[in-house]
């Protein structure tokens, strides 16, 4: 791929924040500052390819996005920070535009214009647009001396690439969309954004950590499972599950009634226990090895009193369940479904607190390895509007993650562009996993007439393509 850097600039709030702003980093903060930068991956198709000629691109395009930019870290200002650590070793984040070491956002702008769309989406991978996403392989503790957020649009053929970088160690899922959406809203002519972010950490947590960490191992120093193997061969791949395929699951998940009197199973629930169970049958493991259920749970409403939707920083934890493999394959969907949802209803305030202080009293950098033995872990979120990002020549064709933080069972879930309950399934698994996955018809939710032609059963498709390797979507 011929990629030419136009320019790069950096871009601080538009109106002058006054002061040092300083917000020590919470224990909700913390455990990712050896995770890598959370990577986004945005495709816009331009209607009006003049948009892409030479001056109109970059008066018409990229100053408005530099200039919204501009306009949202006013109240996002924490991003155009740096990480620090006050005389006790406390991170926090913090800004001062007198500061000559607090450059502001990095912004990048690239030209492959011989790059169309539909050769950025014919592989399930991310090695087809990592040059289009910045800070590949950059640890979050990184942030002490470099921007908390990199973004960089890079002209195509037929549209624009916007490639994003986020210190996961500021921010989580909810505040990096909420952040997204507020400046595409600047972008199509808001003059202020519709939702302030929260910006007072302490109200999340109060306790000061002091950490050691001057340089942490990577956090695929260890595979997941056997910490002395080799690395496995690992896959990326995207299942489209159309609004019929989740409904399906879930209408299969839900079809025994629970005797303890639980609640029907929702449709999160319903679906990563599906995969759960498909991934642990793929990876032919021994009836009585554990597999381990792992979910970076949102806890803004878990906590008490509640956080406000708009808290800006990180407030998820993981939340650990397993069960031995044997147990998945000999029940049907409702046992993997009920074992996910005890697990998530009991992550209660007091739990989330009780898990603050146990790590507060020994703190752990989190590692991929730490996510269990043989296991399934889920982030990012189907709530999350991606779809709406638009920034004014439309809504996004394809949102995806970036090759960061991608390790052997991990997934990411967006909403489909198709609407409705549909769902993308981002997973990374070893190649003879997957290949067993591709083919799995019950996983697939389709059915075979006797010559042997894939059908859908009015949940989805499945395509194959030239190298044998199943495109499929449900």
Same mark, same amino acid.
């Given at each position: 791929m011929k990629i030419k850097i136009v320019s790069k600039a950096h871009v601080q709030p538009n109106k002058p924040i006054l002061g040092k702003k300083q917000f020590h980093l919470t224990t909700f903060d913390l455990p990712y500052l050896a995770f890598y930068y959370n990577q986004k991956f945005l495709l816009y198709k331009f209607k009006n390819l003049l948009d892409l000629e030479e001056p109109t691109f970059q008066n018409d395009v990229v100053e408005k996005l530099k200039d919204g930019l501009g306009s949202v870290l006013d109240d996002f200002y924490q991003l155009a920070g740096k990480l620090a650590k006050d005389e006790e070793g406390v991170f926090r984040v913090e800004y001062d535009a007198d500061d000559e070491e607090i450059n502001g956002v990095e912004f990048t702008v690239a030209d492959a214009a011989d790059i169309s769309m539909d050769d950025l989406t014919v592989e399930d991978g991310t090695a087809r647009f990592k040059e289009l &996403? +910045?800070?590949? !392989?950059?640890?979050n503790l990184e942030g002490l001396n470099r921007p908390l957020l990199a973004v960089q649009v890079t002209k195509l053929k037929d549209g624009l690439a916007m490639g994003l970088a986020f210190n996961h160690a500021v921010l989580d899922g909810t505040a990096t969309w909420h952040f997204m959406s507020s400046w595409s809203e600047l972008c199509r002519g808001a003059q202020t954004i519709s939702t302030q972010p929260f910006l007072d950490r302490a109200k999340a947590r109060d306790t000061r950590v002091r950490l050691d960490l001057a340089s942490p191992k990577?956090?695929?120093?260890?595979?997941?499972?056997?910490?002395?193997?080799?690395?496995?061969?690992?896959?990326?791949?995207?299942?489209?599950?159309?609004?019929?395929?989740?409904?399906?699951?879930?209408?299969?998940?839900?079809?025994? &009634? +629970?005797?303890? !009197?639980?609640?029907p199973f929702s449709t999160f629930q319903s679906l990563t226990s599906h995969i759960w169970r498909h991934v642990t049958l793929a990876r032919g493991l021994k009836p009585e090895d554990v597999t381990v259920f792992t979910v970076f749970a949102d806890c803004r409403r878990r906590v008490d009193p509640p956080m406000p939707e708009e808290y800006f920083g990180n407030m998820i934890q993981a939340i650990f369940t397993g069960t031995a493999a044997g147990m998945l394959a000999a029940h049907g969907p409702e046992f993997g479904a009920s074992v996910v949802q005890k697990a998530i209803v009991g992550h209660d305030a007091r739990t989330v607190d009780a898990r603050n202080e146990e790590w507060e009293k020994s703190p752990k950098i989190f590692q991929f390895k730490d996510a269990g033995v043989n296991c399934v872990a889920v982030g990012s979120s189907p709530r999350f509007r991606v779809y709406e990002v638009d920034f004014g020549w439309g809504k996004p064709e394809t949102v995806r993650s970036g090759s960061n933080n991608r390790f052997n069972g991990m997934m990411y879930l967006y909403p489909g562009k198709a609407g409705g309950m549909s769902i993308d399934v981002e997973i990374t698994l070893e190649a003879h996993v997957m290949e067993k996955l591709e083919k799995s018809k019950e996983f697939l939710l389709v059915e075979e007439e006797d010559d042997g032609h894939k059908l859908s059963n009015g949940n989805g498709h499945v395509h194959a393509n030239g190298n044998g390797n199943g495109n499929g979507s449900a």
């Open positions: &996403v +910045p800070y590949n !392989g950059i640890l990577d956090p695929n120093a260890s595979s997941n499972g056997d910490a002395t193997a080799e690395p496995p061969q690992l896959v990326e791949k995207v299942f489209k599950l159309s609004d019929s395929a989740i409904h399906t699951i879930k209408s299969r998940a839900n079809s025994v &009634v +629970p005797t303890d !009197g639980s609640k």
